[in-house]
C-alpha cells in the first residue's frame, strides 16, 4: 500500500462474535461456525503419484487470488511490530455485515498465506470464532478498536467427522482478522503488535 495514503486501524459494523470463518451471530453476542477459517490450506502439495505440482506463474497466482473471494470487498491488512516495522501484510476480504460475518470463510476451499478475512464490528466486545466444517485451519487474530493485537489462537482443521462446532476460540476485540495457519508464527507477529488497514466511510 502507498505510504502515502491514509490508514486507519479501525471500522464499525454491527456483530457480535464470529466463528472461524463463518459467524453466526445472534443477540448473545456469540458467532457460530465457520468452514474454516482456520485459514487455510496452504503450503506445497504434490500429485498423487508424489511427484510435485508445477508452480504457477506470478499472473496465474495473483489471479486466483483475486477470485478466491469474488464479490467482497478486500484492503490490505499489515501487522506492524513496537517499533514501527511490517511484520507481514495480507489482502483480506472484509466481512462487515451479519450475512458476510456468518458466511466467513466457511465456502472457502483453500486460502493461499497472502490472503485473509478481515471481521468488522461496531465496537470492542467478548466474541468466540468456531471451526465449523472448515477444511482447512487458520490463525484467528483477536484486535481492539485501535487494531492492537489482544489474542491469537491456532485453530487447526477439524479432524475426520469432525464438523468444528467444538472447537471455540475466544476473545475480546472490534476486529477479527483470520488468516492462513500459523501465519502468526510465520511472522512473529504476537500480542500487543498492530493490525493497519484502511476502511471505506
Not at 24 to 41: N, Q, Y
Not at 117 to 134: D, P
Amino acid at each position: 500500500m502507498d505510504d502515502d495514503v491514509p490508514r486507519r486501524r479501525v471500522l464499525g459494523a454491527a456483530g457480535a462474535v464470529a466463528v472461524a470463518g463463518c459467524l453466526d451471530a445472534d443477540d448473545s453476542g456469540e458467532t457460530a461456525g465457520s468452514r474454516d477459517t482456520g485459514d487455510e490450506r496452504a503450503g506445497d502439495e504434490e500429485d498423487s503419484d508424489g511427484a510435485e505440482t508445477t508452480e504457477p506463474s506470478p499472473n496465474e497466482s495473483n489471479d486466483a487470488a483475486e477470485t478466491i473471494h469474488e464479490g467482497y470487498e478486500t484492503t490490505t491488512v499489515r501487522a506492524v511490530g513496537a517499533d514501527g516495522d511490517e511484520l507481514g501484510r495480507v489482502t483480506a476480504a472484509i466481512a462487515d455485515t451479519d450475512d458476510l460475518r456468518y458466511l466467513g470463510l466457511s465456502d472457502t476451499d483453500e486460502l493461499p498465506p497472502d490472503r485473509g478475512m478481515l471481521f468488522v464490528f461496531g465496537a470492542v466486545a467478548e466474541r468466540s470464532f468456531v471451526m465449523r466444517e472448515m477444511d482447512f485451519g487458520i490463525d484467528i487474530v483477536y484486535a481492539d478498536a485501535d487494531g492492537t493485537i489482544t489474542g491469537i489462537h491456532h485453530a487447526p482443521a477439524p479432524g475426520p467427522d469432525e464438523n468444528g462446532n467444538d472447537q471455540h476460540y475466544p476473545g475480546r476485540g472490534q476486529y477479527v482478522l483470520e488468516v492462513a495457519y500459523e501465519w502468526t508464527s510465520d511472522h512473529g507477529v504476537s500480542e500487543g503488535d498492530v493490525l493497519e488497514f484502511a476502511l471505506e466511510e
